[in-house]
């Protein structure tokens, strides 16, 4: 008897940990990595902006905390995460079964495919192992990107790995990269719609297989953090419904 009661005790100690775990954050430290545009980058004045920041800003008003973004390179961005440099990680990342075994995702917050991108000289329709073979393809380190191309085009491709996307970009518009392949919105906004160079998408944009492209994107909190993922969804919800999710959404990807 006194063994069940020691249990149940801390079972309620556990819970009430728990269950103030949210509760008690006056401030959510959320690692980001900076630039992606237009998902997160920085303003001329030097200024924190993009999709991710303004609606992560604004549930975390809702839930009642201040955000503090920290900035992370992408190829440490979980490790951070789990080594608790921050509470959460918002910052383009896919939600797939590979990420799940580390870290707990809020629900999908939008859903971005992915594409190919070249310069309108490059003569190629659309992507496959026959038109990429003997072609240098960039992508980012450790995304769903850097995976699916390098399972299904790495025999046949040289492939270079860069630690940001404008890394990325700098090396197209010198010439050291033949085309690459990233999420459709930075694509589009770096590359083509860039008045200095002369940028094109290959193909249709790609969601499939969802083994590499996932679930939409989502904010990865530790897997304890239960509490605080519940946070984040309700206030998501809230945005949703509200109609801020939807003119946050505007600003950066015009009216669906």
């Not at 490059?122 to 960039?138: K, Q, R, W």
């Not at 249709?204 to 530790?222: L, M, N, V």
């Amino acid at each position: 008897m006194k063994k069940l009661l020691s249990v149940s005790l801390i079972g309620l100690a556990v819970a009430a940990a728990s269950s103030a775990q949210a509760r008690d954050y006056d401030e959510v430290r959320i690692g980001v990595d900076v630039p992606y545009v237009p998902m997160e980058f920085r303003t001329p004045e030097g200024d924190l902006t993009g999709f991710d920041i303004e609606l992560g800003n604004a549930m975390c008003e809702e839930i009642g905390v201040t955000c503090e973004w920290i900035e992370q390179e992408w190829d440490g961005i979980i490790p951070g995460l789990l080594s608790r440099n921050y509470d959460a990680v918002m910052s383009s990342m896919t939600i797939n079964d590979e990420r799940r075994q580390q870290v707990l995702f809020s629900d999908p917050y939008i859903t971005m495919p992915s594409a190919w991108f070249a310069a309108s000289d490059l003569d190629i329709d659309e992507a496959n192992e026959e038109t990429l073979e003997g072609l240098t393809i960039g992508v980012q380190r450790g995304t769903l990107q850097d995976n699916y191309v390098t399972d299904n085009y790495g025999s046949v491709a040289d492939i270079s790995r860069y630690s940001t996307a404008d890394d990325m970009v700098l090396d197209m518009d010198a010439q050291r990269l033949d085309i690459v392949f990233l999420d459709f919105p930075i694509g589009q906004s770096t590359l083509v719609e860039n008045e200095d160079a002369d940028y094109t998408i290959v193909g249709e944009k790609i969601t499939e297989p969802k083994e590499y492209f996932g679930d939409g994107f989502g904010i990865a909190f530790r897997q304890r953090d239960e509490a605080l993922a519940e946070k984040f969804n309700e206030a998501l919800a809230t945005l949703q419904e509200n109609g801020t999710y939807d003119e946050i959404h505007a600003r950066y990807f015009g009216e669906e």
